[in-house]
């Protein structure tokens, strides 16, 4: 069975993303780089909502995300990714696929099929659907040290409590800490 696991950062309050989807508080230092490029290297299969895909999609196949991070570029743009979007055409990133319909379903079938495992970056609409039914089997949150005003939580619209236990840490020099966790 493939694990699926999420990989999201926050604010100390909760938010995944500020007022307009804004994600420039979150630390990008060479110590979060490593630790993209060893996830990357995993081979994991990436999971994203349209909003989250857009913006993946936009940079990291950039002349400008090469020049500055050409290994998480590179695996970015060379891993098999999948888009959950009932309104987006066509998924032209390369490597990816288009899941309009029944996501909860499909990723039930995905999970019991062998290959790859998967990790939804971003994305917390996907997450909060898939946490609801008790689709996920890590969370990899990186909390940076700052609070907004205002922003979406990580969970927005949960509708049952995810009781979780602490599986692993990691801080960053630059203070942001990485917490692991499993469903109980």
């Not at 936009?58 to 891993?79: D, F, I, L, R």
């Not at 062998?114 to 971003?122: C, E, H, Q, R, V």
């Not at 039914?133 to 990186?142: A, P, S, V």
Request: with cysteine.
């Amino acid at each position: 069975m493939r694990k699926l696991t999420v990989f999201n950062f926050t604010t100390l309050n909760g938010y995944f993303k500020g007022l307009h989807d804004d994600i420039s508080w979150h630390m990008h230092g060479s110590e979060q780089n490593q630790y993209s490029v060893e996830m990357l290297q995993s081979g994991n299969t990436l999971l994203f909502g349209r909003i989250t895909y857009e913006m993946m999609a936009g940079y990291w196949s950039s002349a400008n995300a090469v020049k500055n991070n050409p290994q998480v570029s590179e695996g970015m743009n060379k891993a098999g990714k999948i888009v959950f979007s009932r309104t987006l055409e066509k998924a032209g990133w390369y490597n990816s696929t288009l899941i309009k319909n029944n996501i909860v379903d499909e990723i039930k079938r995905m999970k019991a099929m062998p290959g790859n495992d998967m990790a939804i970056l971003g994305s917390g609409s996907i997450v909060t659907q898939f946490a609801d039914e008790g689709l996920i089997d890590e969370y990899q949150i990186m909390i940076d040290p700052v609070a907004l005003g205002s922003g979406t939580p990580l969970f927005s619209g949960i509708k049952q409590k995810l009781d979780l236990a602490l599986t692993h840490t990691r801080s960053f020099e630059s203070g942001v800490v990485l917490l692991c966790y499993q469903p109980v």
